[in-house]
């Protein structure tokens, strides 16, 4: 069931949200550098979080064992930060962040660029934060429905010779990490095509990869990496439909 949030609501979502935000501009401009651990981004991360008073939504759900989900290069989504994880140069750092303020779920994710890459490795990431605007593009149009949100996504990384990760899904988000609707990265037919409505929150989150979209779940129970090992790269947004229309509120 779809929980359509408050005007109340929704700004607790935005504090949330907001937050998120800041957090994740401070990791921007190479600050995460060589030699650190995947360990260190989310010791800081852990830290910054509880010194705001709020806390890591990620850590112990559904037995998450970390604060931040750290993916790197083959490395899709749900990685487990480890102090033996070493970043290199060129390396493409996923990290997807959840915040709990006062009951208030925030989520928003970045692919970010270690030094200096290759060519395709950029244009992947450019191409997945693209994916990430036209998502959003498409869900802020009259009469959207949540599969126009996926023909989007899905038309401008398959028109960039990209795969599109099916097995996980965008989400309803703000009083539980994971609400109604599934918000596909891709047209599906067999699960529902609801309206967008003012008071719906959701998290739109292209995952895109370099080669197949087929992917290995690792034995750690978490991490998914790419079943060809070539790169991926990951963005999402928590948006609102308010009165006003849409309001990217992982934005400042
Ligand atoms: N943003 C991630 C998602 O929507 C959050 C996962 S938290 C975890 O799947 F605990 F499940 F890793
Ligand atoms: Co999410």
């Known amino acids: 069931m779809i929980q359509l949030k408050t005007d109340e609501q929704i700004e607790g979502i935005r504090k949330s949200c907001h937050m998120l935000c800041e957090l994740l501009d401070s990791l921007e401009d190479g600050k995460i550098k060589e030699g650190m651990s995947t360990k260190d981004i989310d010791r800081y991360c852990h830290e910054w979080i509880l010194k705001r008073n709020a ?3 990620c850590l112990h ?35 997807d962040l959840c915040i709990n303020l006062k009951g208030y779920i925030s989520d928003s994710a ?28 498409a869900a802020s149009q009259s009469h959207a429905r949540i599969m126009d949100i996926g023909a989007a996504v899905f038309k401008h990384a398959d ?37 967008l409505r003012e008071g719906m929150v959701i998290a739109i989150e292209p995952m895109i990869t370099m080669g197949s979209r087929h992917i290995i779940d690792m034995p750690d129970g978490w991490t998914v990496v790419t079943a060809d090992h070539k790169p991926a790269a990951h963005f999402e947004h928590t948006v609102a439909i308010t009165h006003n229309g849409l309001e990217i509120l992982t934005q400042i």
Do not use: M, W
Request: proline share 6%; hydrophobic share 30%; charged share 25%.
């Open 110 to 137: 970045r692919t970010y660029i270690v030094g200096k890459t290759g060519a395709q490795e950029e244009k992947l990431v450019k191409v997945t934060r693209e994916c990430l605007y036209k998502g959003i593009e």
């Open 159 to 195: 028109r960039n010779g990209f795969g599109v990760i099916r097995e996980y899904c965008g989400h309803g988000v703000g009083l539980e990490l994971h609400e109604d609707p599934e918000v596909p990265n891709y047209v599906s037919h067999s699960l529902g095509n609801p309206r």
């Open 61 to 95: 759900y559904e037995g998450f064992p970390a604060a931040t989900c750290i993916s790197v290069n083959d490395e899709i989504i749900h990685g487990i930060p480890k102090s033996n994880h070493i970043i290199k140069e060129g390396d493409l750092v996923s990290i």
């Open 55 to 57: 806390k890591p939504a």
